[in-house]
C-alpha cells in the first residue's frame, strides 16, 4: 500500500546521492520534495508538517554525523520521522491480556472495515497461544454477520456463543461475559454491530456495552485504504469509545497508504495489528521500524547510518574518558551522562546490562534513585547559567535558591546533586589512578 510513497522517496533519493555537502538550501528542497510526497501518499498535512520540522531540524542539527554522505542522512532522518510517526521503535505492540480471565475484547468499526473478518484472525492467534477462546457477535441488525463470525469461530478452531433470535445488543454482552467466566474461558471477543456511516444510536450502543463488558481492549479496526475518512473515523470513535489500539486493514492493497501513517499521530493511539489478506491468517503484529523500512527499501543505508553514530558516540565517550582522567568532571558532563543514563532504559535498563549487578540493583532500590531521579536532576543542571555548570564552586545558598526555584525542588536537592557530582568527581578521578577496579566504586557511587 506503500509503492507509490516509496517510488517518490526513491526518486528524491537518487537524485541526491551524487552530492557532496548539502546546502540549507539543498536540505530546504529536499524536504520540500519530501513533503510534497507525503502529502500526496494522502498523509494528514498537520502530520507532515510536524514531520518536515523534526527532520529539517535533524538535517541541520548538532547530530549530523560528518562521516556520511548527505544523501545517506537523509534516508536515515526520513527513516526516523517514518518510525516516529508511526509508533517508535521498540517491541510490536501486542494485546493486552487481563491478568483476570476471562480478557474482554471489544471490536469496534464501520460495516465492510474488515471488522468480522479481524475478529476472527484475532481468535485464531489467541487459540495458536492456547487460549480457550469465545467469540460473540452483537450485530443483531445483521444475521449473515453473525453467522459471518460463526464460520471463523468454527475456522479459528475458537467457541461460538450461540445467537438467541430478538436479543438486543446488551444483552447478549452480558450472556457472553457469563458464559465466558462459567466455561472457563481466557479471551471473550465481542463484535460489535457496523454500519455504513457513524449514527448516534450505534455510539451509545457501543459505548454501553464498553460499560457493560469493561474490555481489556476497545480495537477500532479501519480500512487503510479509505484514506483521511479513516482517519476522521478513528477521531471520532475516540471520542465516543474508550479505545485501546487500531487494526489497519487491506495494507494489502494498493491504494495510497497515508492514512496508515497519519493515524497514530492523529488519534496517539498504538496501531497493533496490519491485516494483511483476506484469509483468516493474515493479521500481523504492527512494526514501525519494519513498516518505515519497507517504505524506504534502504535498510542497508539505515544500517550503515546507525553504525557511523555509534561510532561517534564511541569517540565521544573517549573524548570524556580523557577529560574525566584528567580529573576534569563538571555539570554539564554528569548532565550527558544522566541523559544517556536514561536513554539506556533508566536504572532497571542499565543494570540488566551490566553483569552480577544484584547487589547493585537492591543498593540503589535502597537509595530511592528512580529515573523521575534523572529528570529532576536534569532539570536542575539546566536551571544553572554555563558558569554554574563549569564551576559548581561558585553556588552559593542565594544561587540555589534560585536554581531551586528554577526547577521546582527544594534547596535540599540542589545540595544533594552537588554532592553526588563531587562524589562522581572523585569516584572517576580515583578510576583514573588505578585504572580499572571501577564497578565496587560505582557501586558505592550509586548506592549513596
Ligand atoms: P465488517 O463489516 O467490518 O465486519 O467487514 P468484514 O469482516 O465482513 O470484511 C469485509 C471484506 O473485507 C471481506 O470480504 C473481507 O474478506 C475483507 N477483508 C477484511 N480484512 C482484509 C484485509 O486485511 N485484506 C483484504 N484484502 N481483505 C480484507
Known sequence: MF??????????????????????????EVMREI??????????????????????????????????????????????????????????????????????????????????????????KLVKDRKKVLLASLDTRRPAAMEQLGMLAEQAGA???????????????????????????????????????????????????????????????????TGQD?????????ERLPLTGLVLTRADGDGRGGAALSMRAVTGLPIKFLGVSEKIDGLDAFDAARVAGRILGRGDVVALVEKAAQELDMAKAEATARKLAKGQFD???????????????????????LPGVQKMKRQIAESGLTDKTFDRQLAIISSMTKAERKKPDILQASRKRRIAAGSGVDVAEVNRLLKQHRQMADTFKALSKNGGKGLAQMARMLGA
Do not use: W
Not at 456463543?161 to 447478549?172: H, K, T
Not at 474461558?185 to 463484535?191: G, K, M, S, T
Not at 479513516?230 to 475516540?238: E, N
Open 3 to 28: 509503492d507509490a510513497l516509496t517510488d517518490r522517496l526513491t526518486g528524491v533519493f537518487d537524485r541526491l546521492s551524487g552530492r557532496g555537502v548539502l546546502s540549507e538550501k539543498d536540505v530546504d
Open 35 to 124: 513533503r510534497v510526497a507525503l502529502l500526496e501518499a494522502d498523509v494528514a498535512l498537520p502530520v507532515v508538517r510536524d514531520f518536515i520540522a523534526k527532520a529539517k531540524d535533524a538535517a541541520t542539527g548538532e547530530a549530523v554525523i560528518r562521516s556520511v554522505r548527505p544523501a545517506d542522512q537523509v534516508v536515515k532522518i526520513t527513516y526516523d520521522g517514518l518510525v516516529e510517526m508511526l509508533g517508535g521503535e521498540g517491541e510490536p505492540e501486542s494485546l493486552n491480556l487481563s491478568l483476570n480471565p476471562p480478557t474482554v475484547i471489544l471490536m469496534a468499526g464501520l460495516q465492510g472495515s474488515g471488522k468480522t473478518t479481524t475478529a476472527g484472525k484475532l481468535a485464531l
Open 159 to 225: 467457541s461460538f456463543l450461540p445467537i438467541v433470535a430478538g436479543q438486543s445488543a446488551p444483552d447478549i454482552a452480558r450472556r457472553a461475559m457469563q458464559a465466558a467466566k462459567l466455561q472457563g474461558f481466557d479471551v471473550l471477543i465481542l463484535d460489535t454491530a457496523g454500519r455504513t456511516t457513524i449514527d448516534e444510536a450505534m455510539m451509545s450502543e457501543a459505548a454501553e456495552i464498553a460499560k457493560i463488558a469493561t474490555p481489556s481492549e476497545t480495537l477500532l479496526v479501519a480500512d487503510a485504504l
Open 230 to 238: 479513516a482517519v476522521r473515523t478513528a477521531k471520532a470513535f475516540h
Open 331 to 353: 555539570l554539564d558532563m554528569m548532565a550527558d551522562q544522566l541523559s544517556q543514563m536514561k536513554r539506556m532504559g533508566g536504572m532497571e535498563g542499565m543494570m540488566g546490562l
